[in-house]
């Protein structure tokens, strides 16, 4: 039982770039969401799904796209990269009727 | 969901109970006090979470004010591994409210 698992753990894109974040569970969790945690800060919802094919925007979807095509997987899209998108990126899973979130260990994404 | 206040930052010496406060006087009745932490920019970890009467877990208790605008997460023997970042979040019951909200949090720097 992995839990949340994302790849890559470190990525340097230059501007411009496209790139996709990995995120996958192994808990069949219904829930799964993206955050993104600037230097000093707290964490904020890029885009969430309450299901396979579900999915929805949250604070800061601006410059990123999700799909959620199976129940395990929720890659989260840059279209093309800024250095603003210069952040620690996490995924979390959880049941929709649960009470605790699991996160990633983060990927930490640097665009130049 | 509630706006929560916390101290920015909190020493505790080891093997003491560390208490840390969260004000959440905007807190309405189906919103529930969820406590998380952040080791050194890992992924955040669930510690406790409750309603209205006191919890605890393996990990820590949560004491709740009766008029619920206050809450306190107690760890009752800190060690250098709780040095941490703590999240105190407001989250609605209802059906649909998954998300979390992370504010600043308290930096709690537990010292030898």
């Known amino acids: 039982n992995a839990g949340v698992t994302q790849t890559p753990k470190f990525q340097v894109l230059k501007t411009g770039q496209s790139m996709t974040l990995q995120c996958a569970q192994d808990?069949?969790?219904?829930?799964m969401s993206w955050y993104r945690q600037d230097p000093g800060m707290g964490l904020r919802l890029i885009h969430y799904s309450v299901g396979a094919g579900i999915t929805d925007q949250g604070e800061v979807p601006n410059g990123y796209n999700v799909s959620r095509s199976t129940t395990e997987d929720f890659p989260l899209r840059l279209l093309s990269a800024a250095p603003s998108q210069t952040s620690v990126y996490f995924c979390a899973s959880s049941y929709l009727s649960g009470t605790e979130a699991f996160f990633g260990q983060g990927t930490r994404l640097t665009v130049v | 969901d509630a706006k929560t206040t916390q101290p920015t930052s909190m020493d505790c010496a080891e093997g003491r109970a560390a208490n840390l406060p969260c004000n959440h006087s905007t807190i309405s009745g189906n919103e529930y006090v969820y406590w998380y932490r952040q080791i050194h920019s890992q992924g955040p970890q669930y510690i406790i979470h409750?309603?209205?009467n006191n919890e605890t877990n393996e990990m820590a208790s949560l004491i709740i004010t009766e008029d619920r605008k206050s809450s306190t997460l107690i760890l009752p023997h800190a060690t250098l591994r709780d040095t941490a970042v703590y999240y105190c979040i407001g989250r609605d019951s209802g059906a649909g409210s998954y998300q979390l909200t992370f504010g600043k949090g308290t930096k709690l720097s537990v010292i030898p």
């Open positions: 409750g309603l209205k």
């Open positions: 808990m069949n969790h219904e829930y």
